[in-house]
């Protein structure tokens, strides 16, 4: 085990856990008197279904009608609103991450929180982040499907894995009969942004324990700009009053975007104790984005004239510059295939296949290569990045019925084997060319996002074996512990063993104390070990355009510069918290945590080719995938709902609270040894975020009013001396909505985020390129958002 076995004994001895003592009085308490911790959860443990007040560790749960009050049908929207330590980025002009929005649980990495829909994992994308992270894109999961979604906030290697360092993310897909039909038009309050939602979901029952569900969602959203005019634009209009400059000549703001999502959740009954389930999820999209806009008078390593093509400027394409435009287009598809049984009423099986694939294409409009002179296209198709998942699991479940102990000991065992394989196609050819222009100075690959190479392309895969066992024995009637451990075998590098020790004590059945102490770790993907890439960007001073690489770890050159294997990141979690619920409605939960998380993946510090090494690409720096930083998170949750009557209506009140401070405590490169990036690091994030809702219903009328209030954090200011960093201060926002069931199928809804329209402080970083609002924002900064929503339930 990872973790200090005294500090485990100590902790499970301050916080002993008790069985469900309130169960038989919540299950027939009248529905008025049911409070918020009465929901049941699967999440966490792999016994029966708790309710929230009685888990060993604390898990939200979110239902479906909480679900659909936010206005967005992105996962990682909804989920950022009701979820204060989960921040979401817009990152506009942030090549894929504009599409694939990295998210943090708890301020850690994105790929620190696990995915699961209905219990089984779900697959990566393709997109690795900034920092390497590979995280599951959370938008591609349709909000119709869902009946409810379970955040577990603890450490959960132990008995889910790896990745599960910060938490589990557990959706669980709806299988209640009748049809849905759901219909929803939005726009921001400058007259962009233009958005259409449409959802449909019909469920049928399929004998008397058995169901099919199916489900479809189409989004449309048009694109948004809060720009203001690049100054060498203005200057360069003011130079050639025979042009006309668009204005502006690029767009900081969200992209283009249409996506389709669909599937379905089944589970048939094969005889008494057997049943078949499974399901489908399938989505598609497609979006474009702009990038930098080139100048002619600025950018010499596209608008010269050169003796290899003496007749030849790029300014007969682009007289005015211009802005390539970055698309992607996305498939993604997650299927499950399972049977579970008895072998008699204690003992339970179940064995399953699940595949999950990923699969971007990248394209660029609006561009050339410039070592290619007249030659070169205007539109590349730059290649495409794919991540497939095929897993298979066996888990049995054994309630041991021990005469000493007032219940069973829940006993559960099982199995899982799980190949990834990541892979690299190339792109056109002319996307990664380096034309006989280069040697003139002429930038080679398509300007903006050079293409994949032959060179980079290929396909990697890594398979892993694990075994798990967690034991949850009820010593009294208030006081139950757990014990969880699993040992995972990996095809790259190697193994890992790690536990977990949880401990609660029911002081009554209003009033209850929870801790836990675990290990984790995060295993690196194929994607990261060996895949490259290749990026171009603008130099913030002089406004040239640069080309770096990212080399796998293991790339001859980059074990040159001082690349080593990538290991596993290693994690000990600590949380202890309280929980109550009261006859009156009111209830909630305050838990403390402590994360401490070694050899954190990163990107190494830029390095200069050393001369004399063959640099076929040109580029201007590399980098590589490394075990950079050690960090440790320290933070506390607080929740408190009160459910009750107001006047002649029925009043809901939740209020939420994150606080989280994430610091970096060693290593020997690039965050680690950088100041500025790690102050960016550890203060990017706000340390605080909360969300207070207020919800209340009278007859067909119902109001939702939610406050959202970001900390502040900080930001680089771009001065490359003198004050190097903002700080943007703490925002608030306001979000009102109204709905009205005007028959028993139909409501209207109506209603707008950031009511007050409130924007945040400007940014000076990228200010001169037209940028007026932090890229790197943790909320949206484009301003009021209103809109309509039709619901037909029958």
């Not at 009685?54 to 992105?74: G, K, N, R, W």
């Not at 975007?257 to 094969?270: H, K, Q, T, W, Y």
């Not at 296209?377 to 794919?386: A, D, E, M, N």
């Not at 001396?721 to 069931?741: H, K, N, P």
């Amino acid at each position: 085990m990872k973790y200090n076995a005294l500090a485990a004994a100590a902790l499970l001895a301050l916080f002993p856990l008790a069985p469900n003592s309130a169960r038989a009085q919540s299950a027939s308490a009248p529905a008025d008197d049911v409070t918020s911790l009465d929901a049941m959860v699967v999440t966490g443990s792999r016994g029966s279904s708790r309710t929230q007040f009685d888990t060993l560790v604390p898990v939200d749960v979110f239902s479906a009608e909480e679900i659909q009050a936010v206005e967005s049908t992105d996962l990682n929207d909804v989920l950022a609103q009701l979820v204060p330590s989960f921040v979401v980025q817009r990152l506009p002009m942030a090549d894929g991450l504009v599409f694939v929005r990295p998210a943090s649980l708890r301020g850690l990495s994105p790929d620190h929180a696990l995915v699961l829909v209905n219990g089984r994992r779900f697959h990566r994308t393709a997109l690795l982040g900034s920092r390497g992270a590979q995280a599951p894109d959370l938008s591609q999961i349709p909000t119709a499907a869902i009946e409810r979604i379970e955040v577990l906030r603890d450490g959960a290697s132990a008995q889910y894995g790896s990745d599960a360092i910060a938490g589990v993310i557990n959706i669980i897909l709806s299988d209640d009969s009748g049809t849905e039909l759901t219909a929803q038009l939005s726009e921001y309050a400058e007259g962009d942004g233009f958005a259409q939602q449409y959802g449909a979901r019909h469920g049928i029952a399929l004998g008397d324990y058995g169901h099919l569900s199916m489900f479809a969602e189409i989004a449309r959203s048009d694109a948004t700009s809060r720009t203001r005019q690049r100054a060498d634009a203005i200057a360069f209009q003011q130079d050639h009053p025979e042009l006309d400059v668009p204005d502006p000549v690029q767009r900081w703001g969200q992209p283009d975007l249409e996506s389709v999502r669909g599937g379905f959740d089944a589970r048939v009954p094969l005889t008494q104790t057997v049943a078949l389930y499974g399901y489908a999820l399938l989505g598609t999209s497609e979006g474009f984005s702009d990038f930098n806009w080139r100048n002619p008078d600025g950018t010499a390593s596209v608008y010269s004239d050169t003796d290899v093509f003496p007749d030849w400027n790029a300014s007969e394409i682009y007289p005015v510059g211009f802005s390539p435009r970055y698309g992607m287009e996305q498939e993604d598809l997650q299927t499950v295939v399972g049977l579970s049984g008895e072998f008699n009423p204690d003992f339970t099986w179940d064995v399953s296949a699940s595949y999950g694939s990923n699969d971007i294409d990248f394209f660029l409009d609006n561009s050339i290569n410039a070592s290619l002179g007249p030659e070169s296209p205007t539109g590349f198709w730059l290649g495409r990045l794919s991540q497939d998942e095929l897993d298979f699991n066996a888990d049995f479940v054994y309630a041991w019925a021990v005469d000493a102990l007032p219940l069973p000991v829940n006993i559960a065992f099982g199995a899982e084997h799980r190949t990834e394989t990541y892979g690299i196609t190339a792109g056109d050819p002319a996307s990664y060319a380096v034309g006989p222009g280069a040697v003139a100075g002429l930038a080679p690959n398509a300007n903006g996002a050079p293409g994949f190479s032959t060179q980079q392309a290929g396909e990697w895969d890594q398979t892993s074996s694990a075994a798990y066992l967690d034991v949850e024995v009820p010593l009294t009637e208030r006081w139950n512990v757990g014990a969880a451990a699993r040992y995972e075998d990996y095809s790259e590098f190697g193994n890992s063993l790690d536990g977990k020790l949880s401990s609660r004590f029911e002081f009554n059945d209003h009033v209850a104390l929870r801790g836990s102490i675990s290990s984790g770790f995060r295993a690196p993907t194929p994607g990261q070990l060996y895949a490259t890439s290749t990026t171009q960007g603008l130099d913030t001073n002089t406004l040239q355009v640069f080309t770096s690489g990212r080399l796998s770890p293991s790339d001859p050159i980059a074990r040159m510069l001082g690349a080593t294997p990538l290991t596993p990141e290693e994690s000990r979690s600590v949380t202890a918290g309280l929980a109550w619920q009261s006859g009156n409605g009111f209830s909630g939960s305050i838990d403390l945590y402590d994360i401490e998380v070694t050899d954190r993946f990163s990107t190494s510090q830029s390095f200069q080719i050393p001369d004399g090494v063959p640099n076929p690409n040109q580029y201007t720096s590399v980098s590589f995938f490394t075990n950079d930083f050690d960090t440790t998170t320290r933070g506390i949750d607080i929740v408190a709902t009160w459910r009750g009557s107001l006047g002649p209506g029925r009043l809901g009140t939740t209020l939420a609270w994150n606080y989280n401070k994430t610091e970096v405590d060693g290593g020997d490169t690039g965050v680690a040894s950088n100041e500025t990036q790690r102050v960016i690091f550890e203060r990017r994030i706000p340390r605080q975020k909360a969300t207070w809702t207020h919800t209340w219903e009278q007859g067909d009328w119902s109001l939702l009013g939610r406050v959202r209030h970001y900390g502040s954090w900080t930001d680089s200011s771009g001065n490359a001396d003198g004050d190097i960093f903002q700080r943007f201060g703490a925002e608030t926002l306001l979000d009102l909505a109204v709905s009205w069931r005007a028959t028993e199928m139909l409501t209207l809804r109506a209603g707008a985020d950031n009511v007050l329209d409130s924007y945040p402080d400007e940014a000076t970083f990228q200010a001169s390129r037209g940028l007026i609002y932090s890229r790197n924002a943790p909320y949206d900064t484009d301003g009021r958002n209103v809109y309509a929503q039709l619901r037909v339930a029958f």
